[in-house]
């Protein structure tokens, strides 16, 4: 693995060094087992900055958040992908695969994204953090030119072809489009708290 565990100051730390560079977030699932169990780690790693594993440890592959990785279409530069390691199977929002999304992981995305927020310089609001989901259905409207890629409405979220749907919900049986809006609302908690 070429990735290394870090720290919530670590992080902290290397916002600062891109803020002003960096103005988005988004969130993702890998579409995997759980990260101990992920034999070539690095063809997840490369496609985002920032990874959790179920037991909500962080871990990075970069040296600058502002590196252009491939994690979201056609929004890629100026952005930190994030995601968790698991989901294997996940097919709907009645049946998360057969590694779920966990609480420490749920925890440790939003402090993360607290700590991003804050030292960034940017406001934990949709336009700024969101789910894959949301992304792929353009729910901040940025994005006009995805009518170009081929998709009903240019879009590829869950109201349309359905393509990405990372964290519409965080849990089994959650109510659709809840995962961000819950991501957002606990990184408001943990910014509030001072991470």
Same mark, same amino acid.
């Given at each position: 693995m070429n990735g290394k565990q870090i720290t919530m100051d670590e992080l902290k730390v290397? +916002?600062?060094? +891109?803020?002003?560079? %960096? $103005?988005?977030?988004? !969130?993702? &699932? @890998? +579409? @995997?087992?759980?990260? =101990?169990?992920v034999e070539n780690k690095e063809e997840i790693e490369e496609d985002y900055h920032i990874l959790f594993d179920d037991l909500g440890n962080m871990y990075i592959d970069c040296e600058d958040l502002a590196e252009v990785k491939a994690h979201t279409y056609m929004r890629n530069t100026g952005a930190v992908g994030m995601a968790f390691i698991g989901c294997l199977g996940a097919s709907g929002i009645d049946n998360m695969g057969e590694f779920? %999304?966990? *609480?420490?992981?749920?925890?440790s995305m939003a402090m993360a994204s607290a700590v991003l927020a804050t030292n960034l310089g940017i406001p934990i609001a949709i336009q700024h953090f969101m789910t894959h989901a949301e992304a792929g259905d353009d729910l *901040?409207?940025?994005?006009?030119? !995805?009518? +170009?890629?081929?998709?009903?409405? $240019?879009? !590829?979220?869950?109201?349309? @072809?359905? =393509?990405? &749907? *990372?964290?519409? %919900?965080?849990? =089994? $049986?959650? *109510?659709? &489009? @809840? $995962?961000g809006k819950i991501l957002r609302g606990k990184a408001i908690y943990y910014q509030i708290a001072g991470m």
């Open positions: 290397m +916002a600062i060094a +891109a803020r002003g560079k %960096v $103005g988005h977030v988004y !969130y993702h &699932w @890998s +579409a @995997s087992q759980y990260f =101990e169990a779920p %999304v966990t *609480d420490a992981a749920i925890e *901040d409207g940025i994005y006009p030119p !995805y009518e +170009a890629n081929g998709y009903p409405n $240019g879009k !590829y979220g869950p109201d349309n @072809s359905c =393509e990405r &749907w *990372d964290f519409l %919900v965080l849990k =089994e $049986g959650g *109510d659709r &489009w @809840s $995962g």
